[in-house]
């Protein structure tokens, strides 16, 4: 395989700079090993049923029985702060494990989550140190990340993004050229990966040639053989059209997750009915999975090209579940092909 290389994947010592996005109810141990076995870099989220069931699962599929583990694991900062959370033991027992890295986004005080991870290196002499990602949503977030709190990667998170996100973001093609704009990569700034509604190698090429360092994907690895998403929540994703997802909080709603800002969303009424009779039928239109449902789940990247996230690539899905492998490998190739045809565009004066 060839490698990508940027600041972020020296920094990580990865082959390629795709990163799976921590998401809650998908993102376990097999995901995330999958993913930095195959060159980019997984993140776990405590969202998931058996956190601690899942470094098991990780170390067994890594091969790497005790010691540092080459993933991360991803913490909603609201979620950390909550009184008696525990998410605090939980982010304790992924820094007990020795991730490679530390996620953190959406929280009132997300410096003091880093700081606990800073103490907790200098107590336990970690080398080398356990590296902080924040997702970000502004130029203004990405100041206080980079300035205040020294952050090693930050995340432009746009509107588009699956999972939650401010309302307030820009489209991440616009985003990212603010952050690196106030972060330039020459001041030493930490390096940018884009996050929101890439599912292609040419969207890597894209946001590289932009000047991030790497892209975050969320939605597109639902799909993978080793996402904890059902088997109805795929197919609702890969039955998808372009308009199909519509950022509310419904299905916070629904689901009961509380601690979210306020927000205004679609009619939770009748999604409600809807929802219920249609996860137990497994029906792809009404089951619990697309962000047209709410903020939980799939974003734009599950109607790429206005079909369904795999139909180009994979179009009998049942028969053809792609791994977590196939996903780096298919945008790995893509995004190097794209790179290479776009060096051809340059050329001098006739
Ligand atoms: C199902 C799902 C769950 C998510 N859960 C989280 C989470 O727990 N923490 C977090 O920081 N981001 C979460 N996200 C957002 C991702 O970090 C990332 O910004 C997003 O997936 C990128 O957009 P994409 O889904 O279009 O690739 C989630 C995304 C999805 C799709």
């Given at each position: 395989m060839s490698t990508i290389q940027t600041d972020f994947t020296r920094l990580l010592g990865i082959r390629t700079p795709i990163v799976l996005a921590p998401m809650s109810?998908?993102?376990g141990g097999a995901l995330a090993s999958e993913v930095s076995l195959a060159g980019g870099f997984g993140f776990l989220a405590p969202?998931?049923?058996?956190f601690r069931d899942e470094f098991d699962v990780a170390r067994s599929i890594l091969n790497?029985?005790?010691?540092?583990?080459p993933i991360g694991a991803g913490f909603l900062g609201w979620k950390l702060e909550e009184?008696?959370?525990?998410h605090v033991a939980l982010l304790e027992l992924a820094l007990e494990n020795g991730v490679r890295a530390i996620w953190l986004s959406?929280?009132?005080?997300?410096g003091r989550w880093i700081e606990l991870v800073r103490i907790h290196d200098e107590k336990s002499g970690k080398s080398p140190k356990t590296l902080v990602f924040v997702q970000v949503n502004s130029v203004d977030e990405a100041l206080i990340a980079a300035y205040?709190?020294?952050?090693d990667v930050l995340v432009a998170q746009g509107?588009?993004?699956?999972g939650h996100g401010s309302?307030?973001?820009?489209?991440v093609l616009n985003l990212v050229p603010q952050v690196l704009s106030a972060l330039?990569?020459?001041?030493?700034?930490p390096p940018v990966l884009a996050a929101g509604g890439l599912s292609s190698g040419a969207h890597l090429a894209a946001f590289l040639t932009l000047g991030a360092a790497g892209a975050v994907v969320g939605t597109r690895f639902?799909?993978?053989?080793?996402?904890?998403?059902s088997d109805a929540q795929k197919r609702a994703i890969i039955a998808a059209?372009?308009?199909?997802a519509v950022r509310s909080f419904a299905f916070d709603e629904l689901r009961g997750t509380t601690g979210w800002p306020a927000g205004r969303g679609a009619d939770v009424a009748r999604i409600k009915e809807q929802v219920g009779e249609g996860s137990k039928k497994g029906d792809p239109d009404t089951c619990?999975?697309?962000?047209w449902y709410g903020g939980g789940t799939a974003g734009q990247?599950?109607?790429r090209e206005g079909k369904?996230?795999?139909?180009?690539?994979?179009?009998?899905w049942v028969d053809c579940t792609p791994t977590n492998k196939d996903i780096v490998r298919e945008l790995h190739d893509a995004a190097v092909a794209r790179l290479e045809a776009s060096s051809v565009l340059v050329g001098d004066d006739a």
């Open positions: 109810g998908a993102s969202g998931v049923e058996n790497v029985p005790s010691g540092p583990l009184a008696r959370s525990p959406f929280g009132e005080d997300l205040t709190w020294k952050v509107i588009e993004s699956g309302s307030h973001a820009p489209p330039p990569p020459s001041s030493g700034a639902l799909l993978a053989e080793e996402s904890q998403y059209k372009a308009g199909s619990d999975c697309l962000g990247a599950s109607a369904g996230v795999t139909r180009t690539s994979y179009p009998l």
